[in-house]
């Protein structure tokens, strides 16, 4: 059974910093693209980041654009983790975020964003931005 595990959520004030972790459990995704998405309460969940597998061992980051500058995506390829960490936080980053997965490496640009191209996900992270 395929398991992705998040993990360092929190609360911190404004301006503050928190990681988030990501580790998968049951295969490996390797040469797959593994995102974050968010849900904040009464809103739809929305795509924050995604490491996109590019070939070789390579990995492109995109961001969406309220996070960019702030936010920084990466992955650990001996551990088969991938990380979010967040700087700068604002209280309109207060959400649960969660870690997605792919089985298709090969995720057009057009499609990273889309929940739906995302077939494995974590239980989420509460993430609380307040002062």
């Known amino acids: 059974q395929v398991q992705l595990v998040e993990s360092g959520g929190g609360s911190v004030q404004p301006g503050g910093s928190l990681r988030l972790s990501c580790a998968p459990s049951?295969?490996?995704?390797?040469?797959?693209?593994m995102a974050w998405f968010r849900q904040a309460p009464g809103k739809e969940r929305e795509f924050v980041a995604v490491s996109r597998f590019i070939g070789g061992s390579a990995y492109t980051p995109y961001y969406t654009n309220s996070v960019k500058g702030r936010f920084t995506i990466s992955r650990d390829k001996d551990k088969n983790t991938v990380s979010l960490q967040m700087n700068s936080l604002k209280p309109e980053d207060t959400a649960v975020y969660y870690c997605?997965?792919?089985?298709?490496?090969?995720?057009?640009?057009?499609?990273?964003?889309?929940?739906?191209?995302?077939?494995?996900w974590g239980q989420g992270t509460q993430v609380t931005v307040s002062s």
């Open positions: 049951g295969r490996s995704f390797s040469g797959y693209p």
């Open positions: 997605a997965a792919s089985s298709s490496r090969g995720l057009i640009l057009s499609s990273i964003s889309k929940t739906e191209n995302y077939d494995f």
